[in-house]
């Protein structure tokens, strides 16, 4: 006898530069958000943005399901009863942040981070101030920091972090330093387990290199482009055939991208013997 079963599915998504504009601006996707809202398919934020950061996107859109912050460094969530959790993935902001400055001293070149940004400073190079910027900057297990310009200090600042038993990843914007086995796909693995959903599938939506692990972890991965194309990093899995190309830029293409792979997650079905 066979029995149907149907798959569960998780949309997991990057939020700077894929859900959101530069300008953090989400709103064209809204209707899709409600749509999965409905469709109880659990929407869940994998960002480099802190908890505080994504609780505020979280009231905003009415989310309840779980969510990974700071490029992997930590899961959240909610019990039953409404009281939240959270588990920290890798060294804290306190641990990480010295290590910036010795690794500025390896490198020989200055290494701002985040929390050092005037406020002219990160209005300028991420559009972000007051309350906002604050909230970005209260960091608990990573240290985003202005990227050396050239790709070869960039490299070599890899190597210098993989010494120190770190890890630098780059977005769109800024660097971040985290430890060594932090990445969005092990907080990804984590939770599953952590929510006992281990067989959960994924549709996976991301648009710079920091999001290679999630990407990589999705059962159906997405690349939303910027305004000018897919960035180089992501092309390689596009050209495999690993990853699709979304049809737009930020949420316009996230949700057509959604809306397209929709009929599929709700017809996915699993035949058991």
Not at 23 to 41: K, N, S, V
Not at 227 to 250: C, Y
């Amino acid at each position: 006898m066979t029995t149907t079963l149907r798959r569960q599915w998780w949309v997991v998504t990057d939020l700077d530069g894929t859900l959101m504009d530069h300008r953090y601006d989400w709103t064209p996707a809204l209707g899709t958000i409600r749509l999965l809202q409905r469709r109880g398919i659990p929407l869940i934020p994998c960002t480099s943005k802190t908890a505080e950061e994504v609780r505020r996107f979280r009231e905003q859109t009415g989310l309840r399901d779980p969510f990974i912050v700071e490029n992997g460094g930590a899961i959240h969530g909610e019990n039953a009863d409404g009281s939240p959790w959270q588990q920290r993935l890798g060294p804290s902001w306190q641990e990480l942040r010295p290590q910036l400055d010795g690794l500025a001293r390896d490198l020989g070149q200055p290494l701002q981070a985040l929390d050092d940004l005037s406020d002219q400073e990160a209005d300028r190079l991420l559009g972000l101030g007051g309350e906002a910027l604050q909230q970005a900057q209260r960091r608990a297990c990573s240290v985003p920091f202005v990227s050396p310009p050239d790709g070869e200090s960039r490299r070599r600042l890899q190597q210098l972090a993989q010494a120190r038993e770190l890890a630098v990843v780059q977005g769109n914007r800024l660097g971040h330093l985290l430890g060594a086995d932090v990445s969005k796909g092990r907080a990804l693995a984590v939770l599953k387990q952590r929510q006992g959903a281990s067989d959960v599938a994924v549709l996976a939506l991301g648009d710079s290199p920091n999001d290679l692990p999630l990407l990589h972890a999705g059962d159906r991965s997405i690349v939303v482009p910027g305004v000018d194309g897919p960035h180089p990093a992501l092309q390689a899995g596009l050209a495999e055939g690993r990853f699709q190309l979304a049809p737009a830029p930020h949420a316009h293409g996230w949700s057509a991208a959604v809306e397209h792979w929709l009929p599929r997650l709700l017809d996915d079905l699993d035949q058991v013997d």
